[in-house]
Structure formats: structure tokens, C-alpha cells
């Protein structure tokens, strides 16, 4: 299976999610994720062309996002950034040396002042 490299997990983003273990992890995107997108994911995108153009803006995403979620329940990363429009990539964290890109899509509007409010909720549990 190929795969493409897409950057690493920087360390502040790790140590802000409590994850440091996973700092400095290439994250990779596997080319059966392009499949899975076009699958789960086209009509959020409209078509093909828009598919693979947000493919491409991947390590863009992960090097300088606008914003990132860590998602405890499905132990996940969501790296969120606006281009003309927002897009989210899904990283699964997990044991061994690389990390996985799981999906990209264009989020719902309310999504991240969901995880925004989420998070502020989690944080005055503490």
C-alpha cells in the first residue's frame, strides 16, 4: 500500500493534548483513504477535483492549523484550517511509530464551536 507523508506531530500540539508520547510522529495518509473519502465523503466536497484538491493541501493543514481537537472517545487528532472553505483532517493516535491520517472533509459550521465549547467544558472539570 502506498502511502504520502504529511508532516509530524509538533510537539506543542502534542503537549497540549496531553498526548507528548506521540510528539514528533511522521503522520502519514495512505492512498485507500483517498477511496474512503470519495466514498463517505463526496457530496460534502461536490465532486472529485474538490477531493483531491483538499488532499493536497493535507501538510499545509497539519503544519500551520487554525485550530486542533484532541478527540479523547475516538482517540483522534482533528486538525482544522480555512482555505475558501474549513477543512478538518482526522489523525488517529495510536501505539508504534507513525501516525495515520483516517479522513478529510469540509466540517458543518457548527463543529468547531462544538469542540470549542467541548473542550472548555473538559477543562473545567479539571
Given at each position: 500500500?502506498?502511502?504520502?507523508?504529511?508532516?509530524?506531530?509538533?510537539?506543542?500540539?502534542?503537549?497540549?493534548?496531553?498526548?507528548?508520547?506521540?510528539?514528533n510522529k511522521p503522520i502519514?495518509?495512505?492512498?485507500?483513504?483517498?477511496?474512503?473519502?470519495?466514498?463517505?465523503?463526496?457530496?460534502?466536497?461536490?465532486?472529485?477535483?474538490?477531493?483531491?484538491?483538499?488532499?493536497?493541501?493535507?501538510?499545509?493543514?497539519?503544519?500551520?492549523?487554525?485550530?486542533?481537537?484532541?478527540?479523547?472517545?475516538?482517540?483522534?487528532?482533528?486538525?482544522?484550517?480555512?482555505?475558501?472553505?474549513?477543512?478538518?483532517?482526522?489523525?488517529?493516535?495510536?501505539?508504534?511509530?507513525?501516525?495515520?491520517?483516517?479522513?478529510?472533509?469540509?466540517?458543518?459550521?457548527?463543529?468547531?464551536?462544538?469542540?470549542?465549547?467541548?473542550?472548555?467544558?473538559?477543562?473545567?472539570?479539571?
Amino acid at each position: 500500500m502506498e502511502y504520502k507523508y504529511v508532516g509530524i506531530l509538533d510537539e506543542k500540539i502534542a503537549n497540549n493534548c496531553g498526548i507528548p508520547e506521540h510528539k514528533n510522529k511522521p503522520i502519514l495518509v495512505y492512498d485507500n483513504r483517498i477511496e474512503h473519502v470519495l466514498d463517505h465523503h463526496l457530496v460534502d466536497f461536490g465532486n472529485k477535483e474538490n477531493v483531491m484538491c483538499a488532499y493536497n493541501k493535507i501538510p499545509i493543514l497539519i503544519k500551520k492549523p487554525d485550530y486542533y481537537f484532541y478527540n479523547k472517545k475516538t482517540n483522534g487528532l482533528e486538525y482544522y484550517k480555512k482555505f475558501n472553505n474549513n477543512l478538518c483532517v482526522a489523525v488517529r493516535i495510536s501505539p508504534g511509530k507513525v501516525l495515520k491520517v483516517k479522513s478529510w472533509y469540509p466540517p458543518n459550521k457548527n463543529k468547531i464551536a462544538n469542540r470549542k465549547k467541548k473542550e472548555l467544558e473538559e477543562s473545567v472539570k479539571i
